[in-house]
């Protein structure tokens, strides 16, 4: 369930186009039904914010902070996140077509059940977070900290996980059909259904 915090002003079907978002400052906001298409910048910090049917569309933000924000209803279509911080956040019916991430803190974030099929996430932690239910089918996901996170019944058919930490994944409760994963991690994976890997 969301837990929604609580916002002191609110944005309203704004047209941001292309907008530079650079050092920007928000607290306690609500973004609704704003047009964030193309949006860039660096730097940019929002912080117990709301963005409600928001559009991220193409959007490229670097080093850009959302620290305990509410995601309901977005879209991220072709958007590109390189080294954001996005601890505590949480996500609910978005869209992530074709979304690259690049880096960046995403600990303690919930996924639950989020549709990131065909996503592209690179060296991204996600420590102790939600993913659990995602549908990630063909996503790639590489050299990502999944340490302590809940990836139940998670959908990692066909998904490329090489150099990501699978160390806490229940090879049980996942769907990892046609993963793609190296052979360290497949030993990894052995070993906690209980098998002995020993050399030819």
Not at 139 to 159: H, K, P, R, T
């Given at each position: 369930m969301i837990r929604m915090p609580a916002t002191e002003l609110t944005v309203t079907g704004e047209d941001w186009y292309a907008r530079d978002l650079s050092g920007a400052d928000h607290l306690a906001t609500l973004f609704a039904d704003v047009d964030l298409t193309e949006a860039s910048g660096t730097g940019a910090t929002f912080d117990s914010c709301v963005f409600r049917g928001v559009r991220f569309n193409s959007a490229h933000l670097t080093e850009f902070a959302f620290t305990s924000c509410v995601f309901d209803g977005c879209v991220f279509f072709d958007a590109k996140l390189e080294r954001c911080k996005l601890v505590g956040s949480q996500f609910a019916d978005c869209r992530f077509d074709l979304l690259k991430v690049e880096g960046g803190n995403w600990s303690f974030t919930d996924l639950h059940r989020a549709a990131l099929a065909g996503a592209e996430l690179d060296g991204v932690r996600f420590r102790e977070a939600d993913l659990a239910g995602i549908k990630a089918t063909g996503?790639?996901?590489?050299?990502?900290?999944?340490?302590?996170?809940?990836?139940?019944?998670?959908?990692?058919?066909?998904?490329d996980l090489r150099g990501s930490d699978l160390s806490t994944l229940d090879p049980l409760a996942a769907n990892l059909t046609g993963a793609v994963v190296s052979e360290a991690q497949a030993i990894l994976l052995a070993e906690s259904l209980g098998l002995v890997v020993r050399p030819d």
């Open positions: 996503a790639v996901l590489i050299g990502c900290d999944f340490s302590g996170a809940d990836l139940e019944q998670a959908d990692l058919a066909n998904a």
